[in-house]
């Protein structure tokens, strides 16, 4: 009976303690706007989540508590003692057709020379990290299949046997779901070949590195703290003296930075978007290389990776990200100006992100 | 917000336990019915117009039936009332509720029965007319067993109200309950939960004969788990706040017989219905006739209480019909037989039987049921089948140890040998308990 009392004792010290903490971290006491959508009950789980003392540490123990009982994937991540894998599943086939036959329409209307670039994710690259037995997502076969749908009518990129031979060399990120500079660095050797220049090599860039590390999106879907965290490297072209302008397009904001690598990202708890300062809506990068070719890139943020490469070799390069893009923003780019059409996409938006199809609205 | 939720266990419940607590034992009763109140609010906002409505009608209901003593056919027609209206709504409810992953009443269920059975036992003269609405209420609202239960009786739960006497050794019993209660839902049964849709959300024609039986099995320790663990919960916080509600399950699954089963699954819910169903006590030859149908009736309600559907229906009654085979022809013969094999056989054919209880068309029952004898032309096992079992073996082991006695068993021996470690072991597994607990919910 002893042992109950001191139980219980522990327990209502704790119950209690934690509850007064969160109240007075959370300011209970403040008038809160009312969410739309959130019930009262999930708010509160909310306040109690987002207050909790020692929260952090207490997930990393869920995880790990997890991992005990044999669960190796977590919210959709398989957790491997080298990287975190995301499980990237096709919700809905229809919405793959529907990219092939809105890239194909455009390309069809529009004329400019076009290729289509698919990279696959780290799960495929490392897939024999994964759980024993664990079913993923056949991405090579994916892409193969899109490619072959689109033969004829648009040039098509192949990045994955140079991902696959690469692969010991870091060229994913182990806690966030895209490709280091290094990864984007043999992306674009391909694509280079593909587009019709040289490669840059390898030693005309100096490689900068982030002075602290970081835990990417995966880790907060699963804090496994055994997967070291990420060093973020920068690819600075050395060879020649360039001078580099990042404009940023929102609708109703326009942001410009004078270096492919915003620094100030790295503190600002998005370090990842230190590469070009983020995807934006549009995104249009000028550089002083000698060079008279524009290039129209609609993609997602793994081309934040490759294209601190790629713009050395264009006067001007516009990236589209369509998911961020009004309709108006689509309709006013014009086409003619741009000498080559890149669409580039990880497996996983092309599959699963039905806003490729606003292409259609370009002119 | 559900009583497994962080903000029950760290914002509501120390809220309502000082109000409690710093109240006057004179006004306690008044507190928890208002607490109740509010819990019930905010769990089912928009029904508890209609749950408040329904209770004042079964109150009036009562004084009623205490004002007209000396008149039965008033007194009938009161009662009768009630019935038809509880009755009704629970009907109206189920087939305007949506169906849920695993079935369990929402909260008006448990208002409507306990109130209904509150008349029916004041019809019987079995409890008095209570004029106090605070005591109705909490016995009809406590917000422990609003969820799911247990169901309570007014001779159950009055004597507790009137004389409030909370102790510290309750309190402490209760948060130890309550905690290990938690621990059941967040550990267990929602990971056996997600595995049992895992493999329910493969199709048909992809599921493996292996994979159909885990399914089935992962269905039963969630079902099991989950009402179980909500009941532990409820007997905790009655614990806290002064009230001692019936324990309603008892290790169901190591049965020896399917009654027996009947008999330690959802026991007040089983208790409830046989209490107040009774066709008549005719003789002779008809007595036999009687008591099947009966016991048929008592079971199919009991199915329906896990969801209004014809699947529940068909599983109560497909329970009961066992019930019957045993107690007129297999019965003896289970309970002569070694405890193990009558164990096994048991399990094995309520687990058969909760394939009914899985939902889904007629036709895709009987192909789970044909695909766990191998009559399907998938192959035994997958990759996505040994896929699942490598993650999930561990919480099906644990799972099958839990729904025995073997643990308390265990418990007892350490506690009868080594009394000291006993202690030490029950201090940290508790604090541990609630600690994992909490970091699984954050």
């Known amino acids: 009976m002893l042992s109950k009392r001191i139980s219980a004792l522990l327990l209502l010290s704790a119950i209690c303690l934690s509850s007064v903490y969160i109240v007075m971290r959370g300011g209970f006491f403040q008038r809160r706007p009312a969410e739309e959508g959130v019930t009262l009950s999930q708010a509160a789980d909310d306040f109690v989540g987002n207050n909790f003392p020692f929260g952090e540490q207490l997930k990393q123990l869920a995880t790990r508590f997890r991992l005990l009982s044999g669960q190796w994937e977590q919210n959709g991540v398989y957790i491997t003692d080298g990287h975190l894998l995301d499980n990237i599943q096709e919700k809905d086939p229809t919405i793959g057709d529907e990219n092939i036959h809105a890239i194909t329409s455009f390309v069809e209307t529009n004329k400019v020379p076009s290729y289509l670039m698919l990279i696959p994710t780290s799960a495929a690259i490392h897939q024999e990290e994964k759980p024993m037995y664990a079913p993923l997502t056949n991405q090579r076969r994916y892409i193969e299949d899109v490619y072959r749908s689109m033969t004829g009518r648009v040039s098509t990129v192949d990045v994955y046997q140079t991902l696959l031979n690469h692969r010991e060399e870091g060229i994913y990120y182990k806690t966030q779901s895209n490709l280091t500079g290094l990864g984007g660095y043999y992306v674009y050797s391909v694509l280079a070949r593909r587009l019709g220049f040289e490669v840059n090599p390898l030693d005309w860039y100096e490689i900068q590195y982030s002075p602290g590390t970081y835990y990417g999106d995966l880790y907060q879907r699963a804090p496994y703290k055994k997967v070291a965290p990420d060093l973020v490297s920068f690819f600075h072209f050395s060879k020649y003296r360039r001078e580099y302008r990042v404009v940023h397009i929102y609708p109703n904001e326009v942001k410009t930075y004078y270096t492919l690598y915003p620094s100030h990202l790295l503190s600002g708890g998005q370090p990842f978007d230190s590469f070009l300062g983020g995807i934006s ?43 961020g893009t009004t309709p108006q923003m689509i309709a006013d780019l014009d086409i003619r100006q741009y000498d080559q059409i890149v669409f580039t996409y990880s497996v996983d938006t092309f599959m699963n992100d039905p806003s490729i199809t606003n292409v259609l609205d370009a002119k | 917000m559900p009583i497994d939720s962080l903000g029950f266990v760290y914002l509501f419940l120390p809220a309502s336990m000082a109000a409690y607590y710093l109240t006057s034992n004179r006004y306690k009763n008044f507190v928890l019915l208002v607490v109740s109140l509010v819990f019930y609010g905010m769990l089912f906002p928009t029904m508890l117009p209609m749950a408040l409505g329904s209770l004042l009608f079964d109150y009036l209901v009562v004084q009623l039936l205490a004002l007209w003593e000396g008149n039965p056919a008033w007194r009938s027609l009161a009662a009768g009332a009630s019935v038809v209206k509880n009755m009704g709504m629970l009907l109206a409810l189920g087939m305007l509720a949506r169906p849920q992953a695993l079935m369990a009443p929402a909260g008006l269920s448990v208002i409507n029965l306990t109130s209904m059975g509150y008349v029916l036992d004041v019809y019987d003269h079995e409890a008095p007319a209570d004029s106090s609405f605070v005591r109705y209420g909490i016995l009809c609202l406590f917000f422990g067993k609003v969820f799911v239960g247990p169901l309570v009786t007014y001779n159950q739960l009055a004597p507790q109200l009137k004389k409030i006497r909370p102790s510290l050794s309750g309190i402490a019993s209760g948060v130890v309950a309550f905690t290990i209660g938690l621990g059941k839902k967040v550990i267990l049964a929602d990971s056996v939960t997600a595995l049992y849709e895992s493999l329910r959300a493969t199709p048909l024609y992809e599921m493996t004969s292996m994979a159909a039986w885990v399914m089935v099995l992962a269905f039963a320790f969630a079902l099991y788990f989950t009402l179980s663990a909500y009941s532990d919960m409820a007997r905790g916080l009655g614990k806290i706040f002064g009230l001692d509600l019936p324990q309603n399950f008892y290790y169901p699954y190591q049965a020896r017989t399917v009654t027996e089963f009947f008999g330690r699954f959802n026991m007040t819910v089983s208790e409830y219905w046989k209490r107040y169903i009774r066709l008549g006590r005719p003789d002779g030859s008809h007595a036999r006739l009687t008591a099947a149908f009966e016991a048929l009736f008592v079971t199919a309600l009991w199915g329906v209480w896990f969801g209004f559907s014809p699947n529940c229906l068909a599983f109560g009654l497909l329970i009961g019909a066992l019930v019957l085979v045993e107690r007129h022809l297999t ?87 080594y009394p000291q470690l006993d202690d030490g072991l029950t201090v940290v597994f508790n604090i541990g308990l609630l600690v994992i607990t909490t970091a699984l919910l954050l």
């Open chain 1, 281 to 323: 809506p549009i995104v249009k990068i000028t550089s002083t290389a000698p060079y008279d070719q524009r290039l129209l890139l609609f993609g997602d943020r793994t081309a934040a990776s490759f294209l601190p490469f790629l713009c050395n070799r264009y006067r001007e390069i516009t990236v589209v990200n369509l998911s």
């Open chain 2, 331 to 417: 019965g003896k013969l289970l309970r002569a037989i070694p405890p193990v094999f009558s164990r096994m056989i048991t399990f094995l054919v309520v687990i058969l039987s909760l394939v009914f209880l899985l939902g889904g068309e007629w036709s895709q029952i009987a192909a789970y049921l044909r695909m766990m004898f191998g009559l399907g032309s998938r192959p035994a096992t997958d990759e996505t089948f040994l896929y699942l079992i490598s993650s999930n073996y561990l919480v099906l082991l644990g799972c099958l140890f839990l729904s025995t006695s073997s643990a308390d068993m265990l418990g007892r021996w350490i506690k009868k040998n």
